[in-house]
């Protein structure tokens, strides 16, 4: 059984936030600074939420255009 969403503009949403979400990363705001640094994330890693983020978004707009 495949799942897949109906309807499928709250999922291009989802993806929208996201890409946006990852844009923020490139230059994190203070509270999300803040954060990382509170569960001690090192700084060198942080590339990787923006490579994860990006490609989320990718999995969700290629299920959006597969439908």
């Known amino acids: ?6 309807p ?3 999922t291009l949403a989802l ?3 996201l890409a946006a979400d990852a844009v923020m990363s ?10 990382l640094d509170g569960v001690r994330f ?4 942080w590339w990787t939420l923006i490579v994860i983020k990006l490609t ?3 999995g969700l707009v290629v299920l ?3 439908l």
Do not use: G, H, T
């Open 56 to 58: 989320a978004v990718a």
């Open 1 to 6: 059984m495949i799942l897949l969403p109906d």
């Open 42 to 45: 090192p700084r060198d890693w």
């Open 15 to 17: 993806a929208v936030v």
């Open 26 to 35: 490139l230059k994190p705001p203070e509270f999300i600074r803040d954060c």
């Open 64 to 66: 959006v255009v597969s």
């Open 8 to 10: 499928w503009w709250p």
